[in-house]
């Protein structure tokens, strides 16, 4: 099994930034930052596969990007210009499986989930 530990989740007004961060303990292929914000299922943000390639939902780009540093088995979801609506739990996954993108059923490691509240 892969643990995944996020960090870096907190309260930011509208328009600021916030980085998160999720350690793996072990080897994955695609990793990717979902969340869950009130009133909504959980969804997808970002997700990296192991070679590089990225995929984002349409209401984060540009302003999000997500970075790993495979050395570290660290991934990075970095959070720029936020908004009220982005505002919910934001969880790290992992999927052993080829390119997942945002598909969540392929995704097997979860974390505990970062709080993000973006405030006026």
């Known amino acids: 099994d892969v643990q995944l530990v996020e960090s870096g989740g907190g309260s930011v007004q509208a328009g600021g930034s916030l980085r998160l961060s999720c350690a793996a303990s072990g080897y994955t292929t695609n990793m990717a930052w979902f969340r869950q914000t009130p009133g909504k299922e959980r969804e997808g943000v970002a997700a990296?596969?192991?070679?590089?390639?990225?995929a984002y939902a349409d209401f984060v780009k540009g302003r999000f990007t997500i970075s790993q540093d495979n050395s570290k088995k660290t991934t990075y979801l970095q959070m720029n210009s936020l908004e009220l609506e982005d505002s919910g739990v934001y969880y790290c996954?992992?999927?052993?499986?080829?390119?997942?993108?945002?598909?969540?059923?392929?995704?097997?490691?979860w974390g505990q989930g970062t709080q993000v509240t973006v405030s006026s």
């Open positions: 990296i596969e192991r070679a590089g390639s990225t």
């Open positions: 996954a992992a999927s052993p499986a080829q390119w997942a993108e945002l598909n969540q059923r392929s995704y097997t490691y």
